[in-house]
């Protein structure tokens, strides 16, 4: 008889045992695979709405403070702002290392312009980098294109009470609304919004922008150096990075990734004990069978063979089961977090490697009783008979 069929012998003979064996490794596995995959998942959905925020540098004209002193009596400062930032030199971003990681780069032009005897602020975009910097823009009627076409920001159509097609006369000249912008509650509500080349004519700042977003939220953006790349290729300007919110998003990330991995570990070592002491006690029932194996001349790693291959074949099952429960879980408790909007993502490198884990653990469990039982000597084992 080959060792391979004792073995599935054995584990049909004794059911409970192997049933046992198989549930109390299977709740290990599922329990960090479910801890893994939700990790993951929020992680995803955390990058996604980083992404989605819009920009996390901004590029501003560096400015000066001079401070005003007579006598020891502080008369306040003065902003000395200098020139605007040349829009040829926004090339140079594409000469910084992590180039890559710069996902859009939005230039801006701003300027004060009359309208019926009223100063309101315009600002000229680049439409598709703008739209994708302010994904919660919801724009009624479209997006500006190019030539004299404006997006009217909330509060300046109520002002103004303007509505699409509507012709409006800017500095004596022309422009068609085309779009009204939705209340976002910030500055974008007092603005004029045009296309980039045109406000730069209409405010007499051709070929200058008054700053540069740019949006770089990834997962492994290196933020901080980015800003001092930016700052060397436009030494020129001021650099400033807005992180607080990704910071703090992704320290809450990792915080609950570290609680996953604390627990993992945790759970790897209970099952790794209960096969230990299951195994144990198996060899201690089997001694005489063990015995009869010796005494008929079956070698230690015979014995070893044996005792090893039985837990590699639950391992194994208990891997697969555990996988499977642990995504089965992930599904059902991720339409309770974050409001239903993170989604499950097939990881081959977690399936394997929840299989792997599995054997291992059992395997190394197994040991120290399958060393025990290839020991024992054939007297030994039949003076238990």
């Known amino acids: 008889m080959r060792l391979e069929h004792i073995v599935l012998h054995n584990l049909r003979r004794r059911k409970g045992r192997a049933v046992f064996l198989v549930i109390g490794l299977l709740i290990g596995v599922a329990t960090v695979v479910t801890l893994l995959s939700l990790t993951d998942a929020l992680g995803r959905r955390a990058q996604n709405e980083l992404e989605n925020f819009g920009a996390n540098i901004i590029i501003t004209p560096r400015s000066d ?17 200098a020139k605007e930032i040349e829009q040829a030199d926004l090339v140079k971003i594409d000469d910084i290392p992590n180039r890559r990681n710069v996902a859009t780069i939005g230039p801006k032009v701003l300027g004060a312009v009359e309208i019926e005897g009223q100063r309101v602020m315009m600002m000229g975009i680049d439409p598709d980098a703008e739209l994708k910097l302010k994904r ?11 030539g004299n076409e404006l997006v ?5 159509a109520k002002r103004f009470n303007l509505n699409m097609g509507d012709i409006l006369q800017v500095n004596g000249h022309d422009y068609t609304v085309v779009g009204l912008l939705a209340r976002t509650g910030s500055q974008d509500d007092q603005l004029l919004i045009a296309p980039l080349s045109v406000a730069q004519v209409e405010l007499d700042k051709q070929g200058q922008v008054s700053m540069v977003e740019i949006a770089a939220l990834c997962h492994d953006c290196p933020v901080d150096d980015m800003v001092n790349q930016l700052q060397q290729v436009l030494p020129d300007t001021d650099v400033q990075a807005v992180q ?12 609950f990734r570290f609680f996953a991995w ?3 570990v945790t759970v790897v070592i209970i099952g790794a004990l209960l096969v230990f002491v299951t195994m144990m006690g198996a060899i201690s029932e089997r001694t005489r069978e063990i015995g009869i194996f010796r005494a008929i001349g079956y070698r230690r790693w015979h014995v070893l ?3 090893l291959m039985e837990a590699a074949i639950v391992s194994t099952l208990s891997g697969v089961l555990g996988y499977l429960v642990g995504v089965g879980a992930t599904l059902i408790a991720l339409p309770l977090l ?20 599995a ?15 290839s020991r024992l000597e054939p007297s030994e084992a039949l003076r238990a008979l």
Do not use: C, F
């Not at 009217?152 to 300046?156: F, I, L, N, Q």
């Not at 974050?338 to 884990?357: D, F, I, M, Q, R």
């Open 152 to 156: 009217v920001g909330d509060s300046v």
């Open 244 to 255: 607080q919110v990704v910071k703090t998003r992704m320290h809450a990330l990792d915080q």
């Open 305 to 307: 063979h044996m005792v």
């Open 338 to 357: 974050e409001g239903g909007k993170a989604t499950w993502h097939w990881n081959s490198t977690l399936a394997v490697s929840a299989v792997l884990a």
């Open 65 to 81: 403070e001079l401070t005003l002193n007579y006598g020891g009596v502080q008369l306040g400062g003065v902003n000395l702002v």
């Open 262 to 264: 604390g627990v993992a």
């Open 359 to 373: 054997v291992v653990v059992g395997l190394l469990a197994s040991l120290p009783p399958a060393l025990r039982a």
């Open 136 to 146: 919660w823009w919801s724009i009624a009627g479209r997006s500006i294109e190019k």
